[in-house]
């Protein structure tokens, strides 16, 4: 049986997320399908029948899922995923948001924030804040997967040439309604992909200091992030925090200024490549995961790192 | 209005997590327990709504061993006005207490049930949706406000790319994330009182809901240990570092 993808898109692009999850399906098997849900979206559709791997796409369009409200589009996955043996999305907020409404439509389990894929049934994900790794095995006929994308490497975005199937079955619930979205707009890469990443913590004092860290950031062509302290303190908005609850990342470069290296925040980073720490108290527990420490106040290390690069 | 609150007891986020050394689980013998963070918001969220006269009362719920009646009085010490217990041997996974707290609703009828976002223990971010789907309403999750106007809730998402707003028709599910706000801590007075609130207990069994497993837990691991590096005593070193040995800039 094939596997089925949930496509994570803006009605106009193909999100990374899902190029990650379709490397996760390829560990799985081979029959590989995409939907794509959403409102005027078939330029989507036809990016994924490119997606290498992938043999069939099947496109629902329509207003009532213009704006992924789970109350429609569960439905129609749990409709379609019934011949599937796995249904996979990528962990993000939407995929948070969708999967575990369409498990329960199908009274099926869920496997949150895989990391791993042991054999088709048997997963690796972390709980207790990353602090372990369980290995579960799905015992469900269809198994379900939201799968953290930083732990799979993008598929090929070109190179298949996939069927579009359009399907014409309407689910609207009329339970819920969209009213309105507060986008951050940034010129800087996207958070959970970006090779580089800047976050800042509760030293940075206020909201203007940031522009340290963003100043540091373009200079690396880095993404910036956060702390939850700096996030609370409402120095940025919170599609910037990194964290257990936050975003995941594990980019090459990852250096967190005046962060202290709570389990929370160090959940969503620690599989970085390379991490560095600046922070003036040398007894901070970020520097028991950094690769190079630095201990300093930030005000003076952050503007002579710049200068330097 | 009615509101329900579903709470999990967990293990207190600032206890150190031992993987047991047999490796069949998280080593929970004499660690300190407390309520689910998100689950703290979300019965503070509820409080609120009884304060500004929306609710009218706050029922709180917990499934699990005897034990989870210290975390309902909990709730009831911050200002719910009643608990019920379902109890069971074990936590039971997402989807059984997801069926479970269905039972509930159906038989308490509340226009809002607040969950949080995800527990702490298993990472799982899955109930509230789960719920929403057995009981057929509409959910908002990770929430950071909720606002309850004529027969609906407008809630503000915490989503990947900022913030989206979504308006539920009434009764919903809402699960909390952490600046929904910021929980108040329960006064003595307020802790003698919680324990003469009404506390029911039920069994899942008496409930008529089957208990499946869906999953199988084979193994759990501690983490790969990240080595500790390096101190490095300038800037200049620094960059050094990282342009000749690690080769990331
Ligand atoms: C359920 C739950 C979920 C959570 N989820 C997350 C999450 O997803 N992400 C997250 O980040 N946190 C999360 N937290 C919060 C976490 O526990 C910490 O409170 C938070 O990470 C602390 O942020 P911080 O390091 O910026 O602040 P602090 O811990 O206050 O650290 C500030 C650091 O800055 C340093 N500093 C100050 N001034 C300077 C200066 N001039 N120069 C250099 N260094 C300086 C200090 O030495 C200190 O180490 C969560 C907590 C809970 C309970
Ligand atoms: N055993 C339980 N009893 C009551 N509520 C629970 C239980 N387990 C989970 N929940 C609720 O579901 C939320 C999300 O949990 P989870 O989906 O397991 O991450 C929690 O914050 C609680 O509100």
Redesign the interface.
């Known amino acids: 049986m094939a596997i089925l993808i949930i496509a994570e898109h803006d009605n106009s692009t193909l999100k990374p997320a899902t190029l990650h999850a379709v490397s996760a399906a390829a560990l799985i098997g081979d029959d590989l399908e995409i939907l794509v849900a959403g409102e005027s979206c078939q330029s989507v559709a036809e990016q994924a029948s490119k997606v290498a791997g992938i043999s069939k796409v099947y496109l629902a369009d329509d207003t009532a899922y213009g704006h992924q409200l789970a109350e429609n589009v569960a439905p129609l996955v749990a409709e379609l995923g019934k011949n599937f043996s796995h249904i996979l999305a990528p962990s993000t907020t939407t995929g948070k948001n969708l999967m575990p409404r369409v498990a329960a439509l199908l009274d099926v389990g869920l496997q949150s924030d895989v990391i791993a894929v042991e054999g088709a049934d048997t997963f690796k994900r972390p709980i207790y804040a990353g602090n372990a790794i369980a290995t579960v095995r799905s015992l469900d006929e269809i198994k379900l997967l939201t799968v953290r994308t930083t732990a799979f490497d993008a598929a090929a975005a070109e190179g298949g040439s996939a069927s579009t199937e359009t399907l014409t079955e309407l689910y609207d619930s009329g339970l819920s309604r969209f009213i309105s979205e507060e986008v951050a707009k940034s010129d800087r890469p996207e958070l959970t992909s970006a090779p580089v990443v800047v976050s800042g913590g509760r030293g940075m004092g206020n909201g203007e200091n940031f522009a340290l860290i963003e100043r540091l950031a373009d200079k690396l062509g880095a993404a910036v992030g956060a702390s939850r302290a700096a996030v609370d303190a409402g120095f940025v908005p919170n599609d910037m925090q990194v964290g257990q609850t936050g975003k995941i990342v594990a980019p090459d470069l990852y250096i967190a200024v005046g962060i202290s290296g709570a389990i929370q925040h160090l959940a969503g980073m620690k599989d970085s490549k390379v991490i560095v720490a600046i922070n003036k108290d040398e007894e901070a527990p970020i520097f028991q995961v950094a690769d190079y420490g630095l201990v300093a106040d930030l005000f003076e290390a952050v503007p002579a790192l710049e200068s330097k690069l | 209005m009615k509101v329900l609150v579903a709470v999990k007891r967990v293990?207190d986020?600032n206890v150190?997590?031992r993987?047991k050394s047999d490796h069949s689980d998280?080593d929970l013998t004499n660690i300190k327990m407390a309520l689910n963070p998100f689950c703290e918001i979300a019965v503070e969220e509820a409080v609120r709504l009884k304060e500004a006269g929306i609710a009218t009362e706050v029922v709180v719920m917990s499934i699990g061993p005897k034990a989870v009646q210290e975390q309902i009085r909990t709730a009831l010490a911050l200002g719910a006005d009643r608990g019920i217990q379902i109890e069971t041997d074990t936590m039971p996974?997402?989807?059984s207490v997801?069926k479970l707290i269905a039972k509930v609703v159906e038989d308490e009828r509340p226009s809002l049930i607040i969950l949080g976002?995800?527990a702490?223990?298993?990472?799982?971010?899955?109930?509230?949706?789960?719920?929403?789907?057995?009981t057929?309403?509409?959910?908002?999750?990770?929430a950071?406000d909720v606002e309850i106007q004529d027969n609906e809730a407008?809630v503000t998402?915490?989503?990947?790319?900022?913030?989206?707003?979504?308006?539920?028709?009434l009764p919903?599910i809402v699960t909390s994330?952490?600046?929904l706000n910021e929980p108040r801590y329960a006064s003595l007075p307020n802790i003698m009182k919680a324990k003469k609130k009404p506390l029911d207990v039920k069994s899942a069994a008496e409930l008529g809901i089957e208990l499946r497993?869906?999953?199988?837990?084979?193994?759990?691991?501690?983490?790969a240990e990240?080595q500790?590096?390096?101190?490095?005593a300038?800037?200049?070193e620094?960059?050094d570092?990282?342009k000749n040995e690690?080769k990331?800039?």
């Open positions: 293990l986020h150190k997590v993987v998280v996974e997402s989807l997801a976002k995800q702490i223990d298993s990472d799982n971010n899955q109930t509230g949706q789960m719920l929403a789907a057995l057929g309403m509409g959910q908002g999750t990770f950071s407008l998402r915490e989503v990947d790319g900022g913030l989206q707003t979504v308006a539920l028709r919903a994330d952490l600046r497993a869906h999953t199988e837990l084979l193994k759990v691991e501690p983490p990240r500790g590096g390096i101190k490095v300038s800037v200049e620094l960059v570092k990282l690690a990331v800039i």
